[in-house]
């Protein structure tokens, strides 16, 4: 049983995007989207249960992703692959998905594992045009999930309420956030990640041309940064054990009590 | 311009957001405007889309469409879209059409904007909103060619019934082999159960930082001393700890009391259409970076198990009083 785990690394605390590129700022420090460590932890316990094989996690992303993908190597992974390239950055959703639907083809898992969302982008997307370049069956924002005689069975949570749906490996399945609990990497588990192979390419190595991903291979651009519309005065307040007599004031205030 | 919209169905009725994104594309004036219907036995309901301004409804009635799958959908409206010549194809937000506008984005080698909230045309082109990084920085977006695609956010726009009547165009299915793979075994549609938050005055609504189940109770104290309703995320709700029911957001209830107290929710976007219609927002949140404050009328940093027994029973003696 191999398993594909997709990650990114986002950039951690408080964001903002570069007037200048109009793109999100990337230079500060940054970790491995929360999100995606449900899908590192799913992968681990399906390898587990299965008592063989492996878990690959791959990204696309800056060399500094490293330390996102360190991370899940810590927690369990056996091994990385982190496409990088600076012809490659300002990839948009079509780029983003064609490169890494390359560096997924390369591995051919029986299993490609998704995280729900990119905290950056709030996508929740990119799934689904991966599955698609892969021309395999995809079960997204999978809430619940079951793997036997060779295929997934995923439960998931619509606008209706809840679906179940099944697919023949190979697959790409979605997991969300209520998966499971993701596990802390050990300190053994930490040490031991230095050691597990990680793997960096560009995209000549992954024999994609360069109009294919970046700026160049995307179809969407970001026109105008602009404020938000304004709501009107908010006010903020720090605990310092009065917080509930504060609150009572407020509302009080506005006649809700 | 040639605008497709995909017209999403439940129970034999177009859904709502469909319609209100048809209706928007219907606004921009010099369009030519066309809706596309898939599924099984789906021909009765597609006429409706003339009334919010389509010319015309490409219907697609399978029984392999019968399942609300994305990938079989895929195909056939690659093909409508390649065959028909479309320059832009919308779509309104929902865990299905989220699927298929991104793999179709893949298909056609075409861009996706998500999250929009509104539609233009700049120089003959089409400029969407979109709000970024927790709704901070609102942001033009535009795409580099066509076909361009555009997934807008729950409740973007109402439906304005300003149109006629629509010509329906039978749309001959044709699907790849691994579009098929996936199958629906189950669909558990829950119906909710005793008092909706819908009508209530106050909601009081738990997300994953009450950190425990039973730490419901919390939320529920508040809820009954203020009189209210108790509302939930969708991260506790598919973890087991409260009923779909409760559920505020995208995919689950839209509420608009008089007050929404937050407790241990960090405001993701998809909660956020749920209950951003409130009068007064109040939010407790160990994180002074949740995206919630962004959008509370009272933003509290701190810890809900210290803050809400507290609050109930202050909350308490006041109605005593
Ligand atoms: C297609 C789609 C549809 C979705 N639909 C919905 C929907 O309908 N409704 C919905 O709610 N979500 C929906 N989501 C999920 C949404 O993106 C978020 O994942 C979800 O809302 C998070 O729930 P939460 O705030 O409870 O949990 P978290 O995001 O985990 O937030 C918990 C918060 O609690 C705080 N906290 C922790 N401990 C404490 C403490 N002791 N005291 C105070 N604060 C504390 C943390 O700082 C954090 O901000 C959807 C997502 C997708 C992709
Ligand atoms: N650059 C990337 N490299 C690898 N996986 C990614 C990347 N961006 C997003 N993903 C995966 O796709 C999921 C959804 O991302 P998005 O659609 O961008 O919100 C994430 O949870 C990750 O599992």
Redesign the interface.
Same mark, same amino acid.
């Given at each position: 049983m191999k398993i594909a785990v997709c990650v990114k690394q986002v950039p951690e605390g408080s964001r903002r995007i570069d007037a200048a590129t109009k793109r999100l700022d990337r230079s500060g420090e940054g970790a491995l989207n929360p999100y995606d460590a449900y899908a590192v932890e799913e992968a681990l316990r399906l390898r587990d249960a299965s008592g063989e094989g492996e878990v690959v996690v791959v990204s696309v992303g800056p060399a500094s992703a490293a330390d996102a993908i360190r991370k899940t190597l810590a927690m369990g992974a056996d091994r990385a692959v982190l496409v990088s390239d600076d012809a490659a950055a300002g990839s948009d959703l079509v780029a983003t998905s064609y490169v890494l639907a390359n560096a997924l083809e390369r591995e051919s898992s029986d299993l490609v594992v998704f995280g729900y969302q990119a905290a950056d982008s709030d996508g929740a997307v990119l799934w689904a045009a991966v599955a698609d370049r892969l021309r395999r069956p995809v079960v997204s924002q999978v809430a619940e999930l079951r793997l036997e005689s060779g295929r997934v069975r995923g439960k998931r949570q619509t606008e209706f309420g809840y679906d179940v749906i099944e697919a023949p490996l190979p697959a790409v399945v979605a997991v969300t956030d209520a998966i499971n609990e993701p596990r802390y990497p050990s300190l053994k588990g930490i040490m031991g990640a230095k050691r597990k192979p990680q793997e960096t390419l560009t995209l000549a190595e992954l024999g994609i041309e360069a109009e294919r991903a970046g700026e160049a291979g995307s179809r969407t651009v970001v026109l105008a940064l602009n404020e938000p519309p304004s709501r009107g005065e908010a006010r903020r307040i720090e605990d310092d054990g009065d917080a509930a007599a504060r609150i009572v004031e407020f509302l009080l205030e506005k006649r809700l009590l | 311009m040639k605008i497709l919209v995909f017209l999403e169905h439940?129970g034999n009725e177009l859904q709502k957001g469909s319609l209100g994104v048809l209706s928007k594309a219907a606004s921009l004036g010099d369009v030519d405007l066309a809706g596309v219907v898939l599924g099984s036995g789906v021909r009765e309901i597609a006429s409706p889309a003339g009334k919010f301004g389509a010319t015309r409804v490409y219907v697609c009635d399978d029984a392999a469409l019968e399942a609300?799958?994305?990938?079989p959908r895929?195909d056939v409206l690659a093909r409508v879209v390649r065959d028909e010549g479309f320059d832009a194809v919308l779509f309104a937000q929902?865990?299905?059409a989220?699927?298929?506008?991104?793999?179709l984005? !893949?298909?056609l $080698? #075409? *861009?996706?904007?998500?999250?929009l909230v509104d539609l233009g045309v700049q120089d003959g082109a089409l400029?969407a909103k979109r709000?970024?990084?927790a709704?901070?920085?609102?942001?033009?977006?535009?795409?580099?060619?066509e076909p361009r695609l555009a997934?807008f956010r729950s409740g973007a726009f109402d439906p304005a019934a300003t149109g006629g009547e629509a010509e329906l165009v039978d749309v001959v299915a044709g699907f790849?082999d691994?579009?098929l793979?996936?199958?629906?075994?189950?669909?558990?549609?829950?119906e909710s159960e005793g008092p909706s938050i819908e009508d209530s005055d106050?909601v009081v609504a738990g997300g994953r930082g009450l950190g425990a189940p039973e730490k419901f109770e919390l939320v529920e104290e508040l809820a009954k001393a203020l009189g209210g309703a108790v509302g939930s995320t969708? !991260?506790v709700? $598919? #973890? *087991?700890w409260y009923p779909?029911a409760t559920q505020v957001g995208?995919?689950g209830k839209t509420v608009a009391p008089?007050?929404y107290i937050a407790c241990g929710i960090s405001g993701?976007?998809q909660h956020k259409v749920g209950m951003q219609g409130s009068n007064?927002i109040?939010a407790?949140n160990k994180d002074?970076?949740a995206p919630i404050?962004e959008?509370?009328?009272?933003?509290?940093?701190?810890?809900v198990h210290?803050?809400v027994p507290?609050?109930t029973?202050?909350?308490r003696e006041?109605r005593r009083g």
């Open positions: - | 439940h609300p799958l994305p990938q895929v929902s865990v299905l989220a699927d298929i506008a991104s793999a984005a !893949a298909r $080698d #075409a *861009g996706l904007n998500w999250d400029v709000p970024a990084l709704d901070t920085v609102y942001v033009d977006v535009g795409w580099t060619g997934l790849e691994f579009s793979a996936a199958t629906m075994i189950e669909q558990a549609h829950e106050v969708r !991260a709700v $598919d #973890a *087991g779909y995208q995919t008089k007050l993701a976007i007064v109040v407790i002074p970076n404050f959008y509370s009328d009272l933003g509290v940093v701190g810890d210290a803050i507290k609050l029973e202050l909350v006041r």
